[in-house]
């Protein structure tokens, strides 16, 4: 059985009023083919978020749509209550406003399944970079973040080094330092583990558990089973673009209610 032992159940937490990420009924499609077919869900302040689910599901286009990475067809997205603004409709629909778009870019780092290290920049150049450049901080403040955020990941004395001269686990963890360095309001992982293998791949779980008992507001879209029941405070699993179930960790992963999700928890979870 699967059990979640580093926070209690949402009944003895109350969820704060405004959450950091909340998507209304949203709709995503590429041509054709509609991949979220309206969902809702909120991420609430020190709170973290899994999202599980078979290959296709919709899961990490739902993540790159929070993000604004894609644009969706219909449904509301609020960043701190805060919505979008579109202009056009359907598969014309775009933000209306360039700068809210960064402002909120900004403030919700993503973490992606290969890194996406610039490889002629050293380990610290790389954390560096969108501080500095993008929100135009001061260069000793974020050398000094970024020296302590590469410490708190394990890997504080690769910061000369570059990407190719690290291991996947310790690149991985050098995106998550980069992450942390924008000092966001919330944390976006899209399947951060998938590229690593056994050894390495707990590395990173290693730290991103840790992140998770400071209360950091993440949205995570993971394989691994075990780390979504060990951090997470709600859990939602996608089925062809639809909730299929969620819900709290002990309930989700030890009495699942549909059947699909029966299914793939039997093909997904060690015995």
């Not at 701190?80 to 598969?91: C, M, Q, V, Y």
């Not at 190719?164 to 899209?190: H, N, T, V, W, Y």
């Not at 060990?230 to 179930?245: P, R, T």
Request: hydrophobic letters at 40%.
């Amino acid at each position: 059985m699967l059990t979640k032992d580093s926070k209690t159940a949402p009944a003895t937490q109350p969820l704060e009023a405004t959450p950091v990420i909340e998507i209304r009924d949203l709709h995503k499609s590429y041509g054709e083919l509609e991949v979220l077919k309206g969902v809702s869900l909120s991420a609430p302040r020190g709170h973290v978020l899994s999202l599980i689910g078979s290959s296709g599901s919709g899961k990490s286009t739902l993540l790159r749509c929070a993000n604004l990475l894609e644009d969706s067809q219909s449904g509301e997205i609020l960043f701190e209550g805060e919505p979008i603004t579109w202009k056009g409709e359907g598969l014309h629909r775009r933000p209306a406003d360039r700068k809210q778009v960064l402002r909120i870019r900004t403030n919700l780092s993503m973490v992606f399944q290969q890194f996406n290290l610039w490889a002629h920049m050293t380990i610290l150049e790389n954390v560096m970079e969108a501080p500095v450049t993008v929100m135009g901080r001061d260069k000793k403040e974020v050398e000094a973040s970024a020296r302590a955020y590469l410490d708190k990941v394990g890997i504080g004395d690769k910061c000369d080094v570059y990407p190719a001269q690290m291991s996947g686990g310790q690149q991985q963890r050098a995106a998550i330092a980069r992450a942390l360095c924008m000092e966001p309001k919330a944390l976006l992982f899209d399947e951060p583990t998938s590229a690593l293998d056994p050894e390495l791949e707990q590395e990173v779980v290693k730290v991103i558990k840790a992140l998770a008992e400071e209360g950091r507001t993440m949205m995570i879209v993971t394989h691994d089973m075990r780390m979504a029941a060990d951090i997470s405070d709600h859990v939602v699993f996608l089925h062809k673009g639809l909730i299929e179930e969620e819900g709290h960790p002990t309930q989700l992963f030890n009495q699942p209610k549909s059947e699909r999700l029966q299914q793939f928890l039997s093909a997904t979870v060690p015995a």
